[in-house]
């Protein structure tokens, strides 16, 4: 194994240098790098973009994930001969979550026309 001294070196002080930059710039020491608007922009709308994915993520898992505790107490409400209170399901929550995302990346974007590929989401999901 070839172990070179020089490169590991070289490659630490890179390191060190990178991280005091960051930790000046985060405590208002240094001039913070600036970054042209249209990236700035853009990385906006990719962090964006990913939370919004990952919102809609994990409700497509809790709609697909069978929830044993709501089963039963519908049963049990069934059995009781008493009304079920009213509350959102996981459906229309993913429906909520996928217009709410389509409104905030906005209308000129692929993401957005595919979450409103269908008027009414709802309707879609119930069924």
Not at 69 to 85: C, I, W
Request: with cysteine; glycine share 4%.
């Amino acid at each position: 194994m070839d172990f070179n001294m020089k490169k590991l070196a070289s490659d630490a002080g890179i390191f060190f240098t990178r991280a005091v930059q960051f930790t000046e710039e985060k405590f208002g020491q240094a001039e913070k790098t600036e970054l042209d608007a249209h990236f700035e922009n853009l990385l906006a709308r990719a962090d964006s973009t990913k939370n919004w994915t990952e919102k809609i993520l994990r409700q497509t898992e809790v709609l697909l994930q069978p929830n044993p505790s709501a089963r039963v107490e519908e049963f049990l409400y069934e059995k009781l001969d008493r009304k079920v209170p009213s509350r959102v399901t996981n459906g229309e929550l993913l429906a909520q979550y996928m217009a709410d995302a389509a409104s905030e990346l906005g209308p000129t974007t692929p993401y957005d026309r595919i979450l409103l590929c269908h008027p009414d989401w709802s309707a879609v999901v119930q069924s």
